[in-house]
């Protein structure tokens, strides 16, 4: 989060001061394909109409908007810079998901310790481009800026390290280049946004994957023949697009009980919605766990359907097998890739195991109870994908 701009009177009037603030830092007023406009000036008319948010928090969510604004912007100034960044095929990457908290994270994270992999790092999520050597990396103001960004946000919400912690370098969610178009389920997460929201669930979102795939062939390009690991939770919800961009993606869904896993959710999103409207946590936090509920169950059964189109191209992987045997089921996603573990990567991706280090900052505590909603109500939209995956544990 970015607090060293000055939030506006009014967010809705505001559309040309921001893409002025953005261009001056970057040096260019290309913004890419003009299709992120309508979501922009959506988002914008929401956040003066649905939040209520403190001082702080006005300043927190314009600095977002101005950041991701300028991630756009200097995505397209790297293309135009280095052209010919698209010249190779994305060949057959390998792509996690799953609804959120479900152990795509820690199994992202696990597979990322193979070097043949590349990935997607936080920092070159914030400001894309050709990805440099790693030991060049402190030299880039873009790196930087992504460090002392994290650092304020754990400062400010120190329960988010033990929820979903994230480092500059390290891999991170595709979601966070997809809602540089602005037709992006993240802007209903971390603020009320009801209008935006309702916005939102009618768009098609195929400009922002082409938007997403491009970015990763530019992150990409001196290492075109690098095999890519990608992660994202709401591609469940556009298998589809991703087949369109990337048609001979090998995915792996995580699933684990809605009932566990969305509450945890919740909470994780609610060390933001905290900071910015910290008035309303309460009433916040039981509207967006009915709004989450809803939306996952729809993207679990939308995912079912494109996955029926797709046969061979998606792999299954319950959290509890992973939990319990997770060197099997890094067994069973290697050959489902068609790549061998070499001894010194399997020595590797044993010590990540035994070492946990997702548990290094602490245990994320939350409860159901605390949303005003059972077990029971937030596992009742999922009936039939409970079922189909046996996710509701019977273990003592």
């Known amino acids: 989060m970015d607090l060293s701009y000055d939030p506006p009177e009014a967010f809705r009037h505001a559309l040309g001061q921001l893409h002025d603030i953005v261009a001056a830092e970057v040096g260019s007023d290309d913004f890419g394909p003009a299709d992120y406009l309508s979501g922009l000036t959506v988002l914008l008319q929401s956040m003066d109409y649905d939040p209520r948010f403190s001082e702080t928090g006005r300043r927190m969510a314009w600095g977002m908007v ?5 991630g756009r912007a200097q995505a397209i100034a790297a293309m135009k810079a280095n052209p010919g960044f698209d010249a190779r095929t994305v060949l057959s990457p390998v792509v ?27 920092w070159l999520l914030d400001s894309p481009m050709p990805r440099p050597p790693m030991e060049a990396w402190g030299e880039y103001p873009q790196y930087r800026k992504t460090v002392a960004a ?17 480092a500059a370098e390290e891999v991170h ?4 280049v997809l809602r540089q178009s602005f037709v992006s389920n993240l802007w209903s997460c971390g603020w009320s946004a009801a209008t935006y929201d309702a916005w939102w669930q009618c768009q098609d979102e195929t400009a922002a994957y082409r938007h997403f795939a491009k970015c990763v062939q530019l992150i990409g390009m001196h290492e075109p023949e690098k ?22 993606a090998r995915v792996i869904q ?8 969305v509450p945890s959710l919740v909470s994780l999103l609610m060390n933001l919605n905290a900071l910015m409207e910290p008035e309303r946590t309460g009433q916040r936090a039981e509207n967006l766990l009915r709004r989450e509920v809803a939306k996952w169950a729809h993207a679990v059964r939308k995912a079912e359907a494109v996955k029926a189109r797709h046969p061979g191209q998606v792999l299954d992987v319950v959290h509890a097998d992973f939990h319990a045997r997770p060197m099997e089921t890094v067994e069973a996603i290697y050959r489902f890739i068609a790549m061998d573990i070499p001894q010194d990567t399997r020595a590797a991706l044993l010590q990540r195991i035994d070492e946990k280090p ?15 909603m ?12 409970i079922e189909r995956y046996d996710l509701v544990e019977k273990r003592a």
Request: glycine letters at 8%.
């Open 374 to 385: 059972t077990v029971e109500e937030a596992r009742a939209p999922f009936a039939d994908y």
């Open 173 to 176: 969610e595709c979601c966070m």
């Open 227 to 248: 095999r890519w690991l990608l992660k994202n939770p709401g591609h469940i919800e556009h298998l589809d697009l991703l087949f369109a961009v990337f048609p001979d």
């Open 358 to 372: 997702e548990l290094s900052h602490g245990v994320h505590r939350y409860s159901i109870a605390d949303y005003s």
């Open 66 to 70: 101005v950041g991701v604004l300028r």
């Open 254 to 261: 995580t699933h684990r009980d809605p009932g566990k896993a």
């Open 150 to 166: 994290l650092d304020a946000q754990y400062a400010a919400a120190p329960g988010a390290k033990a929820a979903h912690f994230r």
């Open 96 to 122: 996690i998901t799953g609804v959120p908290r479900t152990g795509t994270t820690a199994l992202h994270r696990l597979l990322a310790v193979d070097p043949r992999f590349q990935g997607l790092q936080t």
